[in-house]
Nanobody, 126 residues
Framework: QVQLVESGGGLVQAGGSLRLSCAAS????????MGWFRQGPGKEREFVAA????????YYADSAKGRFTISRDNAKNTVFLQMNSLKPEDTAVYYC???????????????????WGQGTQVTVSS
C-alpha cells in the first residue's frame, strides 16, 4: 500500500501561482510514476503531469506545458506541482497518484494508476 497526502491548494487570482505537494508513504520502493491529475466540475478526471520516479523524466498535458512544472524530492518521497500563470479553467480538484512497476501501460491514463490521494481544491478567480 502507498498512502498519498496532498497539500497546497487554495484560491488564487488569474495569473497567480500555486505549488502543490504530495507526500508518499508506505511501499514507496515500487513507485514507477507519480502523476498529477485534475477533475473540474462536471468533467472527467484528466492528466496534468507525471514524473518517472527513477530518472526524473517529466511529461505534461498540452494545457500544462510552459506553465506547470512537476518535480520530486526522492529523499522525502514527495512530488511537487508548481503552477504559474493560472487561468480560471485550471479550477479543479487536483489529485496525485502513483503507478507502480508491473502495472498499467501509460503515464497519462488514470486507469493505470494504483493509488490516489484525497485531492486538493484549486480555485482560480477571474
Amino acid at each position: 500500500q502507498v498512502q498519498l497526502v496532498e497539500s497546497g491548494g487554495g484560491l488564487v487570482q488569474a495569473g497567480g501561482s500555486l505549488r502543490l505537494s504530495c507526500a508518499a508513504s508506505g511501499r514507496t520502493f515500487n513507485m514507477y510514476y507519480m502523476g498529477w491529475f485534475r477533475q473540474g466540475p462536471g468533467k472527467e478526471r484528466e492528466f496534468v503531469a507525471a514524473i518517472r520516479w527513477s530518472g526524473g523524466n517529466t511529461y505534461y498535458a498540452d494545457s500544462a506545458k510552459g506553465r506547470f512544472t512537476i518535480s520530486r524530492d526522492n529523499a522525502k518521497n514527495t512530488v511537487f506541482l508548481q503552477m504559474n500563470s493560472l487561468k480560471p479553467e485550471d479550477t479543479a480538484v487536483y489529485y496525485c497518484a502513483v503507478r507502480q512497476y508491473g502495472s498499467g501501460r501509460s503515464y497519462y491514463s488514470p486507469d493505470d494508476y494504483n493509488y490516489w490521494g484525497q485531492g486538493t481544491q484549486v480555485t482560480v478567480s477571474s
